[in-house]
């Protein structure tokens, strides 16, 4: 182990949103059964267990936080930075937990793992997901190869999506308009549409599930365009559906299937290079996603044996202005993903059970752009992982997690990870401490190894964590508090490297250890049953590397306040510190380094139930006070804008 990392010794926290926990038929309270998660053993744990940091978003709070798109709702997460949720509906975003990037960040629905196998790092839109599909989110920070393989280096997003309730039949519709303009250029006509149907159920056995979302949004330019000249509005627009069905012949088996279909077509522009124009109306992507799957499940009288299997294919096509040639270039970009995934738990007693599984993954990508072409004859690979996963709930307080996966890749061979997740809870005191220690790894993508710049002698980019903290309740549990140290190292990270001399270029390991460090803390305080503050802040410490478009510091505090049961009003206040950023700059030929000016944002949501449990109506306002900022160079930011909806239960 690395001695840096050693040296990291300051108490970490489980978050008071986390629930974790091994699964007991002897938990009786109600409350302890709802707080449960599923993201650090692959099963539900008990909070009090736990031995690692988990941050859970309910439904009920995704209620709260209507009009939000899912980028912004995990942007206000301790430790995590989304860039790009507050630029046009169409740019692209940056995940950024505890100084990773979005190689190092796996994203799950409903415990899959999805990625985009002809992506040049293998990441996930998020853009593709309706936050109106999501049923809950948790936000697992620090390497978890161990559980998920490939990518799960700096942290894990895992998505539940919504499913069937206990009627016969039920449903919801929803919709909502509202503004789309940025700080100089006032604009408060509607722009923004989106509005959704579903309808599910329970008839004996069977259950169902279907849904229907578009989006509509326009109003904008993605480019930072001057307040003089004129601008060209990006359109984004999606479409969503989703089906589930579910058929539990037994109390012991259940099978469910999914499939889903997602589009999205949005206007883009070139890229800031501080010399030409970026703003055209010629740029236009277009990305479809279309993915099934079947998960079995079957529960026994010592454990339970799933099963989670996916298909999985995402085509993108980019029509770009060339400014070279006077002419729009054609790419076009086809990924499929296969994803097979079976684990079972054994409880040995109450207080020792095991996870082995075995995990899956094909990959397959082709390519057809103005530079270069990639058959999926040869654009492909396969791993298979096997792993194991042991948690021991000892009666005294003491609860451990450990667990090791032997990635086997069809191109560079075996690559082993493993993790250790101590925990103590005192039972007279209202205090958890916890540890933990855990490695991770991501393979190098497709594109990286086939691609004309493709290097065949890359090796996986490796990750370490290393975290500890503490979780006190305090006041009749009316105060929460936790604070989280952590540590990261990554070594041999993939670059991109060009020849001086001969210009020819690929993709390299960068030799030598690149390290991020910081602090989170949460802490929330109910004033009374009616009012409740909830505040967040990180301190994250970077090597040059690793430190463009991450802030330093970044805070988010929320203030909610519910008189009656039929009105919540809430309002919330950001913090992002300045960041460091760069361009390739058109004139001088040289990339150019800039610093992003710190900027604070100030929204507010008001809900009201017009009908208990029935319908409900919600406004909210962002960016009050209409500042103006930058989120990324040479990209525009929205201003103050209003939206107003309704959500509507039958």
């Known amino acids: 182990m690395n001695n840096k990392i050693v040296r990291i010794s300051a108490l ?19 409350n302890e059964l709802n707080e449960v998660v599923i993201s650090d053993s692959k099963f539900a744990l008990a909070k009090e267990k736990s031995g690692k940091v988990i941050v859970k978003i309910t439904a009920a709070e995704l209620e709260k936080k209507s009009g939000q798109s899912l980028a912004t709702v995990l942007s206000s997460v301790a430790g995590m930075e989304i860039n790009g949720n507050q630029s046009s509906a169409g740019k692209n975003l940056g995940y950024y937990i505890r100084g ?12 899959i ?12 839109d998020l853009r593709l997901i309706p936050v109106d599909q999501v049923e809950s989110i948790e936000i697992m920070k620090g390497a978890a190869s161990t559980l998920y393989g490939s990518g799960a280096a700096a942290g894990v997003i895992n998505i539940t999506l919504k499913k069937a309730g206990k009627k016969a039949i039920a449903g919801n519709a929803h919709m909502s308009m509202g503004t789309q303009t940025t700080a100089d250029r006032t604009n408060y006509r509607p722009q923004d549409f989106n509005q959704g149907l579903s309808v599910n159920g329970k008839l004996d056995k069977f259950n169902y599930y279907a849904s229907l979302n578009s989006t509509e949004t326009t109003g904008i330019s993605e480019a930072a365009v001057p307040e003089s000249a004129k601008f060209e509005a990006d359109r984004f627009s999606r479409i969503n559906s989703l089906v589930k069905l579910g058929f ?3 109390k012991k088996l259940s099978l469910d299937f999914f499939a889903n279909y997602d589009k999205l077509k949005n206007d883009f522009d070139g890229t800031f290079d501080n010399f030409s124009d970026p703003d055209t109306n010629l740029n236009v992507s277009t990305s479809e996603q279309f993915r099934f799957g079947f998960s079995p499940k079957y529960k026994y009288n010592k454990g339970e044996f799933n099963l989670n299997s996916s298909f999985n294919t995402i085509e993108r096509n980019y029509d770009t202005f060339s400014s070279y040639s006077n002419s729009v270039d054609v790419s076009d970009y086809k990924s499929r993903s296969v994803n097979i995934d079976a684990f079972n738990k054994y409880e040995f007693n109450k207080q ?3 996870v082995v599984g075995t995990q899956f993954q094909f990959q397959e990508m082709d390519s057809k ?71 991770a790894y991501i393979t190098p993508s497709l594109y990286q190894l086939y691609s004309p710049y493709g290097n065949l002698d890359l090796t996986p980019e490796e990750n370490s964590t290393v975290e500890a903290g503490f979780e006190v309740a305090l006041l009749d549990k009316k105060l929460a508090f936790n604070v989280v140290a952590f540590h990261r190292e990554e070594k041999n990270s993939f670059g991109f490297y060009t020849d001086p001399t001969t210009y020819a270029s690929s993709y390299i390991n960068i030799e030598g250890n690149n390290n991020a460090k910081g602090v989170e803390t949460m802490v929330s305080y109910e004033f009374s049953k009616e009012l409740k503050v909830n505040a967040n802040y990180t301190f994250t410490q970077v ?64 809900k009201y139930d017009l009908i208990k449990n029935r319908m409900s109506v919600f406004a909210t306002v962002n960016n009050i006070l209409n500042e103006e900022f930058v989120e990324t160079v040479g990209y525009s930011t929205r201003g103050r804008n209003f939206k107003i909806g309704f959500n509507l239960n039958f």
């Open 12 to 30: 970490c926290v489980l978050m008071t949103t986390c629930a974790l926990a091994q699964q007991k038929e002897t938990i009786s309270s109600s």
């Open 100 to 111: 990773g990037r979005n190689r190092q960040t796996l994203i799950l629905i409903d415990g």
């Open 113 to 124: 793992p999805v990625t985009d196998a002809s992506g040049i790092n293998l990441e996930y």
């Open 248 to 250: 539990t012949p037994t």
């Open 352 to 354: 020792v059970f095991v």
């Open 369 to 439: 752009t103005t530079y270069d072409v990639i058959a999926a004859e040869t654009a492909k690979f396969n791993t298979i992982d096997p792993y194991l996963t042991a948690v021991y709930n000892s009666d005294f307080g003491f609860n451990l997690n450990v667990g090791v996966r032997d990635n086997i890749h069809s191109v560079y061979g075996d690559h082993l990870v493993y993790n250790v997740n101590p925990s103590f809870s005192f039972s007279e005191l209202p205090l958890k401490i916890l540890a933990s220690y855990s490695t």
């Open 543 to 606: 090597e040059e590397p690793l430190s463009r478009l991450i802030p330093k510091h970044k805070g988010n505090v929320s203030l909610e306040y519910q008189p009656t049961e039929s009105t919540f009003f809430s309002v919330n206040y950001q913090y992002v510190d300045q960041r460091k950023d760069a361009f390739f700059d058109g004139g001088t030929y040289a990339t150019t380094p800039v610093i992003l000016d710190a900027y604070q944002l100030f929204n507010g949501t008001a």
